[in-house]
């Protein structure tokens, strides 16, 4: 049976590939039968622990293995997951559960005080798992080793059907509160079999993921890995390089799916000794890279099909660059995914001729269904289309279209910043800059950076004197995400502002 | 002795912004305890090879020299002794 249910891809793989081996991590391995089994254990442990059709399960964990048994886990326990990148602080962690209102969050052991802290806030919140070997099972904890071994291996009976939720992924926007952006199963299933078929994914392919896992292209890395029965290396990060691009010799890996950051340390490295004859491919997303370092890549992996995609989470995946087209048109990040169609708008609603510059406007199965209990913002972004009823998806950022159908970014629409391929918005950094003693004006741009894309730079306007950029620095570094943290911090004695009095941003830059 | 300090004074002032020194043990894995993330391992690379006149391979930068203080002084060493 074609799979409906995003765990289906689990069952149908393992079926086929039982003994194959799915997914390495560092010394661990799973085979297709191990992972279906470990899901289903944890599935049928979720239930009994009161987890019904449609509850929400946080994840917030690094990139571990025991995402993969997590995830399906909770697919095939009738549950919607949301993933939380692990460097999530406090408040932003009680914003997202408070939000989503959790059933149950995993995470790991080392964060149990801070969960301490916040679960008396956050009575829907029954439960935390911790996944490591120090943790032990004392109510409101369970030891995810205890919780996985008491669940039975048989899978549980299916609930779900395709219009069901199977993930939230929370994005920030430009009001600086993050948006859980809902995915149902048809939505996942559809992306995952639209991208799978341009990157000609078989069995075959072996796929080394260091992006994280919290965010949809890394995950998208596991649901598509499994869904055609291939191997997963799981890389905890990009630390070092020359491990990582080692391990490409070492597992004969085919596909390699990167963010720009990663390909500027890939590029300034030495790689001669390592052998990259296995690799198929190469993706890159989250932003553009630039056309030095697209011809530098073709000159160092000649025999590499490099695809250039442009996505946003609200529709998963966009636009790839088919990578014939690369020499040609270097500059666009392609045409629609299959199965998809996209036009560019003016403000007004016209479809603008090619040339013109517009919104960028989506249509598909991968239009997702909207943001979690956010109405407003739902309906700014997913509007009626031309068949009463549908949803489309305005973009936000402005594109042109050429003759031949290929689109090319121009700018944003808001002035979110794409940081190490992550989305960051200004207005969260400022609302916490702002919380800082002795910050009392706060404006944070982007600015361009060879590594990171774009880099996070905040200028300060303070009301006491003994305070200096270290102690903002490390504020910033307590306060928020690894790649929030502004990479320069400038104190001013006061703002550029317009006449009306609001911070002026375009003389900061 | 000196080399570690030096690791270390980098590392609290220049990455953890800390306020009292390096609050890790310098066997601390840097991974493990979420001292350093990608950007910040290239960070300390630059800085010892500018610190410590050595260069440092692209193929050198991985876990046995750079996860913890420990390592990074006694790759330092075994550099500088050559």
């Known amino acids: 049976m074609t799979p409906n249910l995003v765990q289906d891809f689990l069952t149908s793989s393992a079926r086929i590939y039982p003994h194959k081996v799915c997914l390495i991590a560092g010394e661990k391995k799973y085979t297709y039968q191990q992972l279906d089994r470990l899901s289903n254990q944890f599935a049928q442990q979720l239930r009994k622990s009161g987890l019904k059709r449609g509850d929400r399960v946080a994840i917030f964990l690094g990139n571990v293995p025991e995402q993969a048994i997590i995830i399906f886990g909770i697919l095939k326990a009738g549950g919607v997951f949301i993933v939380i990148n692990h460097t999530t602080k406090q408040d932003k962690l009680a914003y997202i559960l408070k939000n989503s209102q959790a059933h149950a969050i995993i995470a790991p052991a080392n964060q149990k005080e801070m969960l301490l802290g916040i679960m008396p806030t956050l009575p829907e919140l029954k439960y935390a798992i911790l996944v490591d070997e120090a943790s032990e099972s004392r109510l409101p904890f369970f030891k995810f080793e205890d919780f996985l071994t008491q669940g039975s291996p048989l899978e549980p009976r299916k609930q779900n059907i395709d219009r069901d939720l199977a993930c939230l992924i929370y994005t920030s926007g430009s009001t600086g509160e993050p948006k859980g952006v809902m995915s149902d199963h048809s939505n996942v299933v559809f992306v995952i079999q639209s991208i799978t078929t341009y990157l000609e994914n078989t069995p075959d392919d072996i796929i080394l993921n260091a992006v994280p896992l919290s965010f949809d292209y890394g995950l998208y890395q596991l649901l598509m890995t499994i869904s055609f029965g291939g191997t997963m290396i799981l890389e905890k990060g990009f630390v070092y390089p020359a491990l990582i691009m080692k391990k490409i010799e070492e597992y004969r890996v085919t596909g390699f799916p990167g963010v720009p950051t990663m390909f500027s340390l890939i590029l300034n490295m030495d790689l001669n000794e390592i052998d990259f004859s296995s690799l198929r491919y190469m993706t890159n997303t989250a932003a553009a890279l630039s056309r030095t370092h697209i011809q530098k890549i073709k000159n160092t992996f000649p025999n590499v099909r490099f695809f250039s995609m442009y996505g946003l989470t609200e529709t998963k995946r966009t636009l790839y660059l088919p990578p014939e087209d690369l020499e040609n048109k270097p500059d666009s990040v392609g045409i629609p995914i299959p199965g998809t169609e996209a036009w560019v708008e003016d403000e007004v609603g016209n479809h603008l001729e090619p040339g013109q510059i517009g919104e960028l406007v989506i249509r598909g199965r991968h239009v997702m269904r909207g943001y979690w209990h956010d109405e407003a913002a739902t309906n700014q972004r997913y509007r009626p289309g031309e068949i009463p009823g549908e949803k489309i998806c305005y973009s936000g950022d402005l594109f042109k279209m050429d003759e031949d159908g290929y689109f090319y970014f121009i700018a944003r629409k808001d002035d979110i910043i794409k940081s190490r391929g992550e989305k960051v918005s200004p207005k969260e950094v400022e609302n916490i800059l702002y919380q800082f003693t002795g910050v009392q004006e706060a404006a944070v741009i982007g600015v361009p950076d060879p590594v990171l894309g774009q880099a996070v730079k905040a200028f300060v306007v303070l009301n006491q004197p003994d305070i200096n950029v270290n102690d903002i620095l490390r504020y910033c570094k307590n306060n928020m995400e690894d790649f929030m943290v502004p990479k320069s911090v400038v104190i001013v004695a006061e703002l550029p502002k317009t006449s009306s009095g609001k911070i002026k941003k375009t003389d900061l830059i | ?82």
């Open chain 2, 1 to 82: 002795m000196e080399i570690q300090e030096k690791i270390k004074k980098f590392i609290a002032d220049n990455i953890l912004f800390s306020e009292n020194g390096y609050p890790y043990a310098v066997s601390d894995s840097f991974l493990e305890k979420g001292v350093v993330d990608s950007m910040n391992i290239m960070e300390i690379v630059a800085f010892v090879e500018d610190e410590f006149s050595i260069s440092v391979d692209d193929l050198e930068i991985v876990p046995a020299n750079f996860d913890s203080v420990k390592n990074v002084t006694e790759f330092v060493e075994r550099k500088t002794l050559n």
